[in-house]
């Protein structure tokens, strides 16, 4: 079923909203709004995506009715290089929103995944455009089942809980953690969202991964100061991990 403009209307009445029932990405439109002046908060919706976009460029499954997909115009005072934090305050409002909706519990991996039992349920993407952030976050709803073989296992709420959930309620659940959480990265600076982000990933601090794109294996150290991941390599040295993603370490832990 079509998400129900008219209720998420009703309860974010102050918010713009554009929707579209099929579209090429919300984040694209949601670029484009932006450059003509779109103000802050300015949300896209669509209930399919042809050409989902993820991190580095890959593709975001999107089947028609059963997603949340949505990108949200944000106009922060924040410095360019403190990009990952919004990033990290955009999986903490994913986060609460999906608890709260769902009352499931979920994990956060850095930089951009939400998951639930080591699948991934959520994720977000932002990107700096001419002194705005394009925030795109992807939420596996009620799907019903999960292609094979992917990066990374995936899953939905509906899967983990057993029961179809409201996509307008977990909407409007997310702008409103999504605009506190904001507001708290303004107000507060980037270490609050840090300090909560550390408190609510089990993969921030004291976990073994691997590196996916050098195979650099190690224990993770916390998150700096701009938002990027600390991991004590096996040779000693403490890298900054700035791109790419990481994993658990499974051979390390069957050893």
């Known amino acids: 079923m079509p998400l129900d403009i008219s209720l998420i209307q009703r309860l974010r009445p102050y918010q713009r909203l554009h929707y579209s029932p099929t ?3 919300t984040m694209n ?25 993820g991190r580095l460029g890959r593709s975001w499954i999107s089947e028609r009715d059963v ?3 949505c990108s949200i115009v944000l106009r922060l005072r924040v410095r360019a290089e403190e990009l990952p934090v919004v990033t990290l305050a955009l999986g903490l409002a994913t986060v609460d929103a999906i ?45 019903t089942a999960m292609p094979e073989h992917l990066r990374t296992p995936a899953t939905s ?14 909407l409007t659940n997310l702008l409103e953690s999504a605009e506190a959480l904001c ?10 969202i840090i300090r909560a982000f550390c408190e609510a990933s089990t993969y921030a ?25 600390l991991m004590r390599a096996d040779n000693g040295r403490l890298e900054r991990i700035a791109t790419g993603g990481i994993r658990p370490d499974h051979l390390f832990a069957q050893a």
């Open 67 to 69: 997603g949340l997909y």
């Open 23 to 25: 579209i090429d990405s």
């Open 183 to 192: 507001s708290v990265l303004t107000a507060e600076g980037a270490q609050s």
């Open 29 to 53: 439109e949601a670029a484009r709004l932006a450059s003509s002046g779109a103000p802050h908060g300015t949300v896209v919706l669509a209930d399919e995506q042809t050409s989902g976009v």
């Open 205 to 229: 601090v004291d976990r073994r991964i691997i590196i996916e794109d050098t195979g650099q294996k190690g224990i993770t150290e916390g998150i700096d100061e701009n938002g990027y991941l």
């Open 99 to 143: 608890q709260t909706s769902s009352d499931t519990a979920c994990d956060l991996r850095w930089p951009n995944d939400v998951l639930i039992h080591e699948r991934k349920v959520a994720g977000i993407l932002a990107q700096l455009l001419e002194g705005s952030i394009i925030a795109g976050i992807g939420i596996n709803v009620n799907q």
């Open 157 to 170: 709420l509906r899967l983990e809980t057993g029961r179809v959930h409201s996509r307008e309620t977990l």
